[in-house]
């Protein structure tokens, strides 16, 4: 027979156990330093720099024809991500990839960190920086208006991110009228959802290629709350795709980027 005071004890170490899990999600958030070097995977809260100016540039091996522009997420710099453009060694595709300004970041207690926009629950219904929002999809747009006028045609250009950058990316392709030629989001969510599910509002690129990829673990954007925004792009964009990827987090891994650099080549032409 098991004692009270041993089931007291488990009772207590599972508390202990969730409180600590909870701690340690929290702190993935911040911008911890995070890289799991045996499988190159990148995490939200990778490493953070205070050169968060000019974007980061991966050049093509000849002449650029496209761009993408990719932006990184909470806590982290454009660095990160750039090396992994890097990698994938594109012919004429130039990789751009920004760094958020700091702000403090509600959900961590106001701890200043490279964000693009407030973030102050995990929910989907927390209430949301849609100012900040915003703010960071005006940047984006003139980062595409650069590159049109350094010669890229608007169909030549892929926005993207992961996690909050993704969010930003989403918002900028189907709630303003800047033209693009292709959408890449990973691990990410539909911010402002309610103005997207809302048959009466205006929606922009609806005929651009769209891929998003996400974790099916992932623990802090579900992947259940991704499919959600997939279903919702799908009711006005019939060209979307969505990859989930059994047992990874919140994070990338070697397929996900094989099949992001086959959706760039696609679309972009890159050959």
């Not at 958020?100 to 949301?128: C, Q, T, Y």
Request: contains cysteine.
């Amino acid at each position: 027979m098991i004692s009270s005071s041993s089931n007291k004890s488990k009772v207590a170490y599972l508390i202990i156990f969730r409180v600590l899990l909870f701690i340690l999600i929290l702190l993935i958030i911040a911008g911890s330093v995070i890289l799991y070097q045996g499988q190159n995977k990148r995490f939200m809260g990778a490493s953070s720099s205070h050169n968060m100016n000019p974007p980061v540039k991966v050049q093509p091996k000849e002449k650029a024809t496209a761009s993408l522009i990719f932006l990184h997420g909470l806590g982290d710099t454009g660095h990160g991500w750039a090396d992994q453009f890097r990698e994938l060694s594109f012919k004429h595709i130039r990789c751009i990839c920004p760094h958020a300004p700091h702000k403090p970041v509600s959900l961590n207690a106001g701890m200043v960190m490279p964000s693009w926009f407030d973030i102050r629950g995990l929910d989907p219904n927390s209430p949301e920086d849609e100012q900040g929002i915003r703010d960071s999809s005006r940047e984006l747009q003139q980062l595409i208006a650069k590159e049109i006028s350094d010669g890229i045609p608007a169909e030549k250009i892929v926005i993207g991110g992961f996690s909050q950058g993704g969010a930003v990316a989403l918002y900028t392709a189907f709630g303003t009228d800047t033209k693009i030629g292709g959408v890449l989001a990973l691990s990410t969510w539909m911010p402002m959802n309610k103005y997207f599910t809302n048959d009466s509002n205006t929606k922009y690129n609806t005929r651009v290629p769209v891929l998003q990829c996400h974790g099916t673990s992932d623990p802090l954007v579900s992947h259940r709350w991704g499919h959600a925004t997939h279903e919702i792009i799908k009711t006005f964009n019939p060209a979307a795709q969505f990859k989930p990827y059994n047992h990874l987090g919140h994070s990338s891994n070697h397929q996900e980027m094989e099949d992001v650099k086959a959706f760039l080549q696609e679309v972009l032409k890159d050959s």
